[in-house]
Antibody, heavy 120, light 106 residues
Framework: QVTLKESGPGMLQPSKTLSLTCSFSGFSLSTSGMVVSWIRQPSGKSLEWLAAIDWDGDKYYNPSLKSRLTVSKDTSNTQVFLKITSVDTADTATYYC????????????WGQGVMVTVSS | DIQMTQSPSVLSASVGDRVTLNCKASQNINKYLNWYQQKLGEAPKLLIYNTNNLQTGIPSRFSGSGSGTDYTLTISSLQPEDVATYFCFQHNSWPTFGSGTKLEIK
C-alpha cells in the first residue's frame, strides 16, 4: 500500500527557512523511473508545482522559485525533503508531496498535506 | 510557462446530467494532460492521465479527451459524490495546473 505523509513546522516567521519532510512507504525512490514532487496550494486557490527529485538523484525546480528551493532525499530512499529560504506571507499554503510512478503516471498518489503559515 | 485556462470556473448541474469541463493550454501540450478531483479538505485525486486514460479505481462515468491545446473532462451522469473542484494539469514541460472548476449540484 502506497502512502505519503508530509510534516513541517506549522508556523514560522517571515525571512526564516521552511523545512518540510515527506515520508513514504509502499515504494522505493531507488526504483528506476520513480519521482517525488512537492506541490503547494494556498487556501482557496490552485496548485503550484515546486520541485521534484528522481530515483537517480536528479533534481528539478519551478523556475520562478528555483533560487529559494532545495530538494533532497535520504539514503534509505524513504524520505524526501524540501527547504524554502526567505519565506514570506505568500508562502502560506498547504504543502503536498506526490509520486510519479515508473510508468510515468504523474501524481498517482498524494500525501494528506501539511498546512504552513508564515506570520510574524 | 504554459498557462492552463479552465472553464467554466463554477458549474452547477443536476444529478444525472452529462457534464463537460474544459481546459485550454497556451501552447501544444501533446496530450500530457491529467485531471484531478479535489474534495473539500482533501488532497487532489488523480482521475485521468495523459488525456484519456482512466486511473485505476475511478468510475467509468469519468472520461477525458482532447489534443493540441484543448482538452475536456466529461462526467456522463453526475452523482452527488462528484461535488468537488477539478484541476487540469500539464506535464509536457515545467508542470502547471489550471485554476480549477468548482462543480456543484443544483
Amino acid at each position: 500500500q502506497v502512502t505519503l505523509k508530509e510534516s513541517g513546522p506549522g508556523m514560522l516567521q517571515p525571512s526564516k527557512t521552511l523545512s518540510l519532510t515527506c515520508s513514504f512507504s509502499g515504494f522505493s525512490l531507488s526504483t528506476s523511473g520513480m519521482v517525488v514532487s512537492w506541490i503547494r496550494q494556498p487556501s482557496g486557490k490552485s496548485l503550484e508545482w515546486l520541485a521534484a527529485i528522481d530515483w537517480d538523484g536528479d533534481k528539478y525546480y519551478n523556475p520562478s522559485l528555483k533560487s529559494r528551493l532545495t530538494v533532497s532525499k535520504d539514503t534509505s530512499n524513504t524520505q524526501v525533503f524540501l527547504k524554502i529560504t526567505s519565506v514570506d506571507t505568500a508562502d502560506t499554503a498547504t504543502y503536498y508531496c506526490a509520486r510519479r510512478n515508473p510508468m510515468g503516471i504523474t501524481f498517482d498518489y498524494w500525501g494528506q498535506g501539511v498546512m504552513v503559515t508564515v506570520s510574524s | 510557462d504554459i498557462q492552463m485556462t479552465q472553464s467554466p470556473s463554477v458549474l452547477s448541474a443536476s444529478v444525472g446530467d452529462r457534464v463537460t469541463l474544459n481546459c485550454k493550454a497556451s501552447q501544444n501540450i501533446n496530450k500530457y494532460l491529467n485531471w484531478y478531483q479535489q474534495k473539500l479538505g482533501e488532497a487532489p485525486k488523480l482521475l485521468i492521465y495523459n488525456t484519456n486514460n482512466l486511473q485505476t479505481g475511478i468510475p467509468s462515468r469519468f472520461s477525458g479527451s482532447g489534443s493540441g491545446t484543448d482538452y475536456t473532462l466529461t462526467i456522463s451522469s453526475l452523482q452527488p459524490e462528484d461535488v468537488a473542484t477539478y484541476f487540469c494539469f500539464q506535464h509536457n514541460s515545467w508542470p502547471t495546473f489550471g485554476s480549477g472548476t468548482k462543480l456543484e449540484i443544483k
